[in-house]
T-cell receptor, first 114, second 111 residues
Framework: DADVTQTPRNRITKTGKRIMLECSQT?????MYWYRQDPGLGLRLIYY???????NKGEISDGYSVSRQAQAKFSLSLESAIPNQTALYFC?????????????FGPGTRLLVL | QKEVEQDPGPLSVPEGAIVSLNCTYS??????FMWYRQYSRKGPELLMY????GNKEDGRFTAQVDKSSKYISLFIRDSQPSDSATYLC???????????FGTGTSLTVIP
């Protein structure tokens, strides 16, 4: 089984709808991240969380919110989706305790907002 | 100016060629440097990880970090069609709070 899973893998929604993207991990990592990827812009950080009680805004948090329900779960919500939120969304985890600063990514959620 | 700059390519090479991928950065606080490989419609997967300056080799892959020039490289020897993917560089300061990514270089290895 994959260490970092994302649901759904693909989603089509309409402008103004509220949607939630979910991420679960079995790696036991404390840190979790949400990114979006757009052609020519690379990966941009939306939110990150160092533990259940810690939530931080990233580079492009406007229009998004997150919830860290447990160490293993980190959800991203679009309160009122708009077409320019059409993108590929990735969840990632990291574990600073290993001394190796790196991230592990989920398979991505492809979102289309009409 | 972006924190990390990476030539997007695309880069097309014949099978067996040596490939050189590069990133430059502006923040001298970056200590940890990574290369990720991303196949189409997949998540990025860690390929190489280095701390501070120097070289690291893993099979056909060599990562180089030159902190004095703020320049990192990934070399792929004897490139294979299976190496066709987008390669992302990433880096973070020693605090590890955020990771900064390049935009990725698209590589195609032609059989």
């Amino acid at each position: 089984d994959a260490d970092v899973t994302q649901t759904p893998r693909n989603r089509i929604t309409k402008t103004g709808k509220r949607i939630m993207l979910e991420c679960s991990q079995t790696k036991g990592h404390d840190r979790m991240y949400w990114y979006r990827q757009d052609p020519g812009l690379g990966l941009r950080l939306i939110y990150y969380s160092f533990d259940v009680k810690d939530i931080n805004k990233g580079e492009i948090s406007d229009g998004y919110s997150v919830s860290r329900q447990a160490q293993a779960k980190f959800s991203l919500s679009l309160e009122s989706a708009i077409p320019n939120q059409t993108a590929l969304y990735f969840c990632a985890t990291s574990d600073y305790r290993t001394g190796q600063e790196t991230q592990y990514f989920g398979p991505g959620t492809r979102l289309l907002v009409l | 100016q972006k924190e990390v700059e990476q030539d997007p390519g695309p880069l097309s090479v014949p099978e067996g060629a040596i490939v050189s991928l590069n990133c430059t950065y502006s923040n001298s606080a970056f200590q940890y440097f990574m290369w990720y490989r991303q196949y189409s419609r997949k998540g990025p997967e860690l390929l190489m990880y280095t701390y501070s300056s120097g070289n690291k080799e893993d099979g056909r892959f060599t990562a180089q970090v030159d902190k004095s020039s703020k320049y990192i490289s990934l070399f792929i020897r004897d490139s294979q069609p299976s190496d066709s993917a987008t390669y992302l560089c990433a880096m973070t300061p020693n605090t590890g709070n955020q990771f900064y990514f390049g935009t990725g270089t698209s590589l195609t290895v032609i059989p």
